[in-house]
């Protein structure tokens, strides 16, 4: 299994913090998030891990040849973007990399979560769509992207930061996807840079009448992406990983 870990962002809404560290190595209880991800992505089993970089690379380097030993089962490879190719634009340009991956996973590095893979994994293979995205509950729907579907899962829309007379579901993206390599037929038909998944991506396979399915959450997500939801991470970490 291979997955992409998206961690190019600049953080702009943690600065001062991320001046000279990237947000994903910003301590979270003495641990960057990065490091969370990689330890939950080596239980489930993932043997490569590739990681886009942009703002601060060198430093995301740097952790990545410290952490290589610590997970000997799995393959770290960092890929630098000196212009922005956007979440869905690194997954087009790398497309070699899941060359060998019937389906796999896309994890947005700035998240904190406890998700369990394993159950995710087999819903996105019992429904067989070409994407399943984890969601969950969110009060303030029109920050987010918001889901919408049907009784079995499936979904039927999808909009990126919707304005608040737009809003027509509570559900929201999670920023985690486990994905069909059949997504790669669709690599042509995009000219634009950056490209997302939210605003791009997801809406243009509804179109094309993709079946797309829902991960319903129960477990915590949390999207470190500003000085409060950063505070707010420090005692969640020791809610969530009390055996670290």
Not at 84 to 98: E, P, R
Not at 208 to 213: F, L, P, Q, R, V
Request: proline share 5%.
């Amino acid at each position: 299994m291979k997955a992409l870990i998206l961690a190019a962002g600049l953080g702009t809404r943690l600065r001062p913090l991320t001046e000279k560290t990237p947000k994903q190595l910003l301590p979270v209880n003495g641990k960057p998030p990065l490091l969370y991800h990689l330890e939950s992505l080596s239980l489930f089993g993932v043997d490569g891990v590739l990681i886009n970089t942009h703002h601060l690379s060198e430093k995301i380097d740097s952790f990545v040849k410290g952490e290589q030993t610590v997970f000997p089962s799995m393959t770290i490879t960092t890929t630098f973007e000196p212009e922005l190719l956007g979440s869905a634009g690194t997954m087009f340009a790398n497309k070699t990399f899941f060359d060998d991956s019937e389906d796999f996973l896309v994890v947005y590095g700035d998240n904190l979560t406890d998700i369990n893979y394993k159950e995710f994994f087999d819903e996105h293979k019992k429904k067989g769509g070409l994407v399943t995205i984890a969601c969950y509950y969110e009060h303030h729907p029109e920050s987010k992207g918001i889901i919408n579907f049907n009784d079995s899962g499936k979904i039927t829309s999808f909009l990126e930061k919707p304005k608040k007379e737009q809003v027509t579901s509570n559900w929201a993206n999670a920023g985690m996807y486990f994905i069909n390599k059949k997504i790669f037929e669709y690599i042509n038909n995009f000219e634009q840079t950056p490209l997302d998944f939210g605003y791009h991506l997801f809406p243009f396979l509804l179109e094309k009448g993709e079946d797309m399915y829902i991960y319903q959450m129960s477990e915590t997500v949390l999207d470190i992406g500003t000085l409060e939801s950063y505070n707010e991470a420090q005692s969640l970490a020791k809610k969530l990983f009390k055996n670290d």
